[in-house]
């Protein structure tokens, strides 16, 4: 049965675009109540709003003045002024609005940073920018979906890590096409890769080491999970799921020899069931 279980104008906006049947999260789905699924979709559909700004504006000041327009929308959401279907999606299944517009605040800030500096000098500074975006996305979920268990933020982190390294490395050539690279220049130059290599779209042995290097990074940050109880593995099931998706991903990617500059590796959506059903 279909997930969207109302045709209203703000779901079958926010669903498809980040929870359609062949996408991971749609399976990462499974286990929350309605309202849950609903303000789990929004939050997504905010987070990929906000980066598909970085992604799509070349121009850095058209950027910010969309990400400034952005913030006046969140800054209504708690009077219920803003008409945005993912902001209308999030009024009407998020708990504690008040809390809600903070954390989309913080996400917007952090890409705003990103867009007046779009490279990265070391690995910490790539780490902290995920930290004020995916981090704040996936700290604002655990706020909306559990409430009675304490969780590190630093083991939320973590598993954010290891999500967002396989999405870039995954979807390589997309960053690369938009100029908006996730690996620090110590990276590249630890490595000898160059971003004029990498816009080749041939995968050398020496983009094949960088990547590895990236594989090794998704393995330590997966150690996390070890770290939680059995009770917030339940409670974190909509991350979790997401983490062993990205990291099945990851092996695939492996196996295919890193070739993601040539072609894009994903599971299948019968692979997505299948982890999402058993985990």
């Known amino acids: 049965m279909s997930l969207k279980t109302t045709q209203s104008a703000e779901k079958m906006y926010c669903y498809d675009k980040v929870a359609r049947p062949d996408s991971a999260l749609y399976y990462s789905l499974r286990g929350l109540k309605k309202n849950q699924r609903d303000c789990v979709v929004a939050i997504h559909a905010f987070y990929h709003e906000i980066q598909d700004i970085l ?9 910010l003045i969309k990400l400034n327009w952005w913030r006046g929308e969140v800054d209504k959401l708690t009077n219920g002024q803003s008409d945005h279907p993912v902001l209308i999606l999030l009024q009407k299944n998020a708990v504690d609005l008040l809390k809600v517009q903070q954390r989309l605040l913080k996400m917007i800030d952090g890409f705003e940073q990103n867009a007046i500096s779009s490279h990265f000098e070391t690995v910490e500074e790539v780490v902290v920018h995920w930290m004020r975006t995916a981090g704040e996305r996936e700290l604002l979920l655990l706020e909306q979906l559990q409430r009675d268990e304490m969780i590190s933020p630093e083991v939320i982190y973590q ?15 997309k960053f690369l096409r938009h100029d908006c690279l996730y690996f620090s220049m110590f990276e590249l130059q630890q490595f000898h890769v160059t971003r004029a290599m990498l816009n080749e779209h041939v995968t050398t042995d020496s983009i094949k080491e960088l990547l590895q290097d990236q594989f090794e990074k998704m393995q330590r940050a997966y150690e996390a999970v070890n770290q939680l109880s059995k009770r917030q593995r339940a409670l974190l099931s909509h991350l979790l799921i997401r983490c062993h998706i990205a990291r099945a991903t990851m092996v695939e990617i492996q196996k295919s020899d890193f070739r993601v500059l040539e072609q894009l590796v994903t599971l299948t959506p019968l692979r997505y069931w299948w982890i999402g059903f058993y985990y």
Request: with cysteine.
């Open 55 to 63: 992604l799509e504006c070349e121009n850095h000041e058209l950027a």
């Open 159 to 173: 598993l954010m890590l290891m999500v967002e390294i396989v999405n870039h490395v995954q979807h390589l050539r």
